[in-house]
């Protein structure tokens, strides 16, 4: 892998800060008027989660990061375990809890999500962008409750809480983005 210089950083990109493998989440050129230019950044330690904020001066190097994103599909889980399965090989490994942590809270079983490990440790689930699931709970709307973007909580198949429009209904399928749990429509 080749090295990457902080000059040529770019979002989302992996790479080795001693010894952490980070993952760039923001960064900004910087040119005083005095001085020397340098790139603020903010780094995600994707084994940890922690996020710093740091700053390079652009001709430094670090090394690339290979993280390895597989598409797999979510079996189950376990109580502690949740399982996946490489729909090619057919290959099962288990996740801990602690390292799905609540990426899961709007995927079903037999969905596929993307498993990201780095150097076979697996660090990260991220579900797909967007889910189509079947409201389990809500109260019934009103006729003539038409106020402007008025909502109610809702409770989805998965067990998750979202807000929803008023004309939302019991057994309605609904999309949900699952990176800020937003209702976007009615299915």
Do not use: W
């Not at 990109?13 to 493998?21: A, P, Q, R, S, Y």
């Not at 005095?34 to 903010?42: I, Q």
């Not at 498993?115 to 003539?144: D, H, K, M, Q, R």
């Amino acid at each position: 892998m080749a090295d990457i210089s902080a000059g040529d950083f770019k979002n989302g990109i992996t790479l080795e800060v001693e010894g952490k493998v980070c993952q760039v989440i923001e960064f900004q050129h910087v040119k005083p008027g005095k001085g020397a230019a340098f790139v603020r950044t903010k780094l995600k330690d994707i084994i940890n989660g922690g996020v710093v904020e740091r700053s390079f001066r652009p001709t430094e190097k670090f090394p690339a990061a290979r993280v390895d994103r597989e598409n797999m599909q979510y079996l189950y889980n376990d109580g502690d375990l949740f399982y996946f399965m490489n729909n090619e090989t057919y290959d099962q490994i288990a996740v801990n809890v602690e390292t799905v942590g609540d990426s899961l809270k709007f995927v079903k079983e037999n969905e596929e999500v993307k498993v990201c490990s780095y150097n076979g440790s697996v660090f990260a689930v991220e579900p797909p962008l967007f889910v189509e699931l079947e409201i389990t709970e809500t109260e019934p709307g009103f006729a003539g409750n038409t106020a402007q973007g008025a909502s109610k909580p809702a409770t989805v198949e998965t067990g998750a809480q979202i807000s929803v429009p008023l004309f939302v209904n019991l057994g309605d399928k609904v999309q949900i983005d699952t990176r800020t749990g937003e209702y976007l429509k009615r299915v």
